[in-house]
Antibody, heavy 121, light 107 residues
């Protein structure tokens, strides 16, 4: 079955760069679908960060776009997220998820377990 | 951005109860509405997409309805494993936005 697993440092210093990778198993990224990043600050709701296609085409939230870079490596079957100039407000659980087309738009049907990233000196 | 507002913020109910959670969009989103269940420390799970289509493997006690700006998630007979948080998400336009979760607790 399709599984996603986030990996990356759990602690990032303020003004630094947050870097995460999502490794996909059970499905080849190059076969299709968009792949997304969503985060959840402690005790708060979910926030969509952005999504990337296997071709490398991306779209992201305007509120984060200037600080976000997404990439995909089909040879390693993983995709990645970088967020620059981080502050405490970027502290959150970061999820990767598969974004599938549905009758009405898109939905995130398979999620990674999430990884907590804390921004602190 | 399209704002998603849920109500109530929390709800206490008993096993066997019928419960309804609502989600309102700040503008019409057609049926571009998904519902997720999230348990503490776990990733969200897709329950319903396109406002009313049950995701594969989700029990039939879950149902969704609505279109335009007002949507509901109904659980017909609560089971112990249903006590969790529920949130909605619009995919009508980017940025995709989620409503805050409704926490369903045991009475």
């Amino acid at each position: 079955q399709v599984q996603l697993q986030e990996s990356g440092p759990g602690l990032v210093k303020p003004s630094g760069t947050l870097s995460l990778t999502c490794t996909v198993s059970g499905y080849s990224i190059r076969s299709g679908y968009y792949w997304g990043w969503i985060r959840q600050p402690p005790g708060k709701g979910l926030e969509w960060i952005g999504s990337i296609y296997h071709s490398g085409s991306t779209y992201s939230s305007p509120s984060l776009k200037s600080r976000v870079t997404m990439s995909v490596d089909t040879s390693k079957n993983h995709f990645s997220l970088k967020v620059t100039s981080v502050t405490a407000a970027d502290t959150a659980v970061y999820y990767c998820a598969r974004s599938v087309p549905i009758l009405g738009g898109r939905a995130f049907d398979i999620w990674g377990q999430g990884t907590m990233v804390t921004v602190s000196s | 951005d399209i704002q998603m507002t849920r109500s109530p913020s929390s709800l206490s109910a008993s096993v066997g109860d019928r419960v309804t959670i609502t989600c309102r969009a700040s503008q019409s989103i057609g049926n571009y509405l998904n519902w997720y269940q999230q348990k503490p420390g776990k990733a969200p799970k897709l329950l319903i997409h396109s406002a009313s289509t049950l995701q594969s493997g989700v029990p039939s006690r879950f149902s969704g309805s609505g279109s335009g700006t007002d949507f509901t998630l109904t659980i017909s007979s609560l089971q112990p494993e249903d006590f969790a948080s529920y949130c909605c998400q619009q995919s009508y336009s980017t940025p995709y936005t989620f409503g805050q979760g409704t926490k369903l607790e045991i009475k």
